[in-house]
């Protein structure tokens, strides 16, 4: 069973000014596996995603709404009520970073910490 989660950004709407005023998210859970890196042929650690999650896999106690896109595919959609008033990515992976650590039973993989300095 995969313990590591992480998210995609479906799409990121922004107003005139450049605020963050709707997200929607696709939430994933994979395992990291030591695969060949293509260069040099040496195992590295590589996060591998295993399957997209839905709402009923995620905890209830996430912000915003559950939806579906136009393929039918699980998102979750936050807008400026749920997230505040932000403008960049590196505060929207922040908020995403919070919604996913709301699922004790995955861990978020490192590679979307924002990294501060």
């Known amino acids: 069973m995969s313990q590591f989660c992480d998210y995609k950004w479906w799409f990121v709407r922004r107003d005139d000014s450049g605020k963050i005023t709707e997200v929607a998210v696709r ?3 994979g395992d990291y596996q030591d695969l060949p890196d293509p ?3 040496e195992l590295v650690s590589t996060y591998v995603r295993s399957a997209k999650l839905t709402d009923k896999e995620l905890p209830n ?3 915003g709404k559950a939806g579906k896109d136009s393929a039918e595919n699980y998102a979750h959609f936050y807008t400026a009520k749920d997230f505040g008033d932000i403008s960049t990515d590196d505060e929207l ?7 996913l650590a709301k699922n004790e039973s995955k861990t978020p993989i490192t590679e979307q910490e924002v990294k501060n300095g």
């Not at 992976?93 to 919604?99: A, I, L, P, V, Y």
């Open 93 to 99: 992976r922040e908020f995403c970073n919070g919604e």
């Open 39 to 41: 260069l040099t042929q």
């Open 27 to 29: 939430f994933y859970e």
């Open 61 to 63: 106690n996430l912000k």
